[in-house]
C-alpha cells in the first residue's frame, strides 16, 4: 500500500494564479481530510470530504478555496487567485471509517505551495 | 472552542535522559487526545492515543483532566526519538483533529 499519495510536492505560483493540489487516499480509505500549515503555526483543519460529498468545510477560506472528492480520481484542493498569503504546507489525510474509530489519520507528504 | 497549546517549540535533551513534552488542552466536553509523530523525512504518523492506555517506542502519555494535560513522557531518550511531535485533540465531532503547534525534540548524543 503506498499510503496517501500527494502531488505535486512542491508548487510555485505568481500572484493570480491558480493553484490545484491532488489527493489520493489510502487505497479501501473514502474518507479525506485537508489540513493547512502555515510557518511556525500547527496544522488547522480545512475541509472534510468523502466521495463525492463535503461533509464539512468550516475550516475553509469562504472565498477562492474549494475542494472536491470525485467518484473516480483525486481529491483537489483548489485555490484560485491565490495570493502571498497562501503560501503553506497543505497536507491530506485519509481514513477508513471517518475517524469514528481509532481516531487515526494517515497522512500525505504534503504540498508545498509558494506563492510569489 | 477546542484549542490545543503545545509550551515548548524545541526541547534539546540528552541521550539517557528523561523527556517530557507538555501538552495542555482547552475543551468543554469529554476529549479524545492523541499524539502524533514526523521523523525527519517521514510522513506525519499516529505515536499513541490516550483511550488505548499503551507505551510506544517507551513513550506514554496519561490524560490529566484536572489539569486539562496530556504530557508525553519517556524515561531514557533515544538519538532516534528525535522529531517533531503534535498533539492533537478530538471533540465532540468524529472527524475533526485540532493540532498543537509541536515541538521539535532534538536528542544529543
Known amino acids: 500500500n503506498a499510503g496517501v499519495m500527494q502531488n505535486p510536492r512542491h508548487l510555485v505560483r505568481r500572484r493570480g494564479q491558480e493553484a490545484r493540489l491532488r489527493c489520493s487516499p489510502m487505497k479501501g ?3 479525506v481530510y485537508w489540513y493547512r500549515q502555515l510557518p511556525e503555526e500547527g496544522l488547522k483543519f480545512m475541509v472534510y470530504l468523502q466521495k463525492e460529498n463535503i461533509i464539512d468545510e468550516s475550516g475553509m477560506p469562504k472565498e477562492r478555496f474549494s475542494a472536491e472528492f470525485p467518484k473516480e480520481g483525486p481529491s483537489i484542493l483548489r485555490i484560485q487567485q491565490v495570493v502571498r498569503g497562501d503560501s503553506a504546507a497543505y497536507f491530506c489525510a485519509s481514513s477508513p471509517t471517518g475517524l469514528a474509530g481509532t481516531g487515526e489519520l494517515f497522512f500525505g507528504e504534503g504540498s508545498r505551495l509558494t506563492v510569489l | 472552542a477546542q484549542r490545543v497549546t503545545q509550551p ?12 517530557e513534552l507538555k501538552c495542555n488542552y482547552s475543551y468543554s466536553g469529554s476529549p479524545e487526545l492523541f499524539w502524533y509523530v514526523q521523523y525527519s523525512r517521514q510522513r506525519l504518523q499516529l505515536l499513541l492515543r490516550h483511550i488505548s492506555r499503551e ?6 502519555a496519561d490524560l490529566n483532566k484536572g489539569e486539562t494535560s496530556f504530557h508525553l513522557k519517556k524515561p531514557f531518550a533515544q538519538e532516534e526519538d528525535s522529531a517533531m511531535y503534535y498533539c492533537a485533540l ?3 465531532s468524529n472527524y475533526k483533529l485540532t493540532f498543537g503547534k509541536g515541538t521539535l ?3 544529543n548524543p
Open chain 2, 8 to 19: 515548548e517549540k524545541l526541547l534539546s535533551v540528552f541521550k539517557g535522559a528523561p523527556v
Open chain 2, 105 to 107: 525534540l532534538t536528542v
Open chain 2, 90 to 92: 478530538r471533540g465532540g
Open chain 2, 55 to 60: 507505551s510506544i517506542k517507551g513513550f506514554t
Open chain 1, 29 to 31: 480509505h473514502s474518507h
